[in-house]
């Protein structure tokens, strides 16, 4: 998938959320340690949000494609976006996936909260 087509879908992903009442903080975070598609509000916790886009489920959905080696890559990005912004210790965080499927004209949109833990 090219850059430009990744950043379609997660424009897409980001206005589903909206559609939803979830905020976004921030899109497209990067840091040494890697990148967070999106960073959101929802309710009181934090999501740091992968997107993923299939064409095909017959490769697996956009969710499996989440590698441990991507993961690990999520959590430092995140623990570094969490260093330098104030949050209170009770502050719930997760880790989302957004898997997208299907042609552009008619895409099926699963939200998969807490998709993986720290790793």
Known sequence: MSRTSGKHWELVAER???????????RN????????????????????????YRTRSGYGSGAEHV?????RRIVRAARYF????RHPPSQVFRFDVISISGRPDGAHIQWIKSAFEVV
């Open 16 to 26: 589903w959320l909206r559609a939803r009442d979830v905020g976004i903080l921030t």
């Open 29 to 52: 975070f990067t840091c040494r340690s890697g990148e967070i598609d999106l960073i959101a509000r929802d309710g009181e916790d934090i999501a740091f949000v992968e997107v993923k």
């Open 82 to 85: 969490l260093q330098y912004h």
């Open 67 to 71: 590698t441990r080696t991507k993961q």
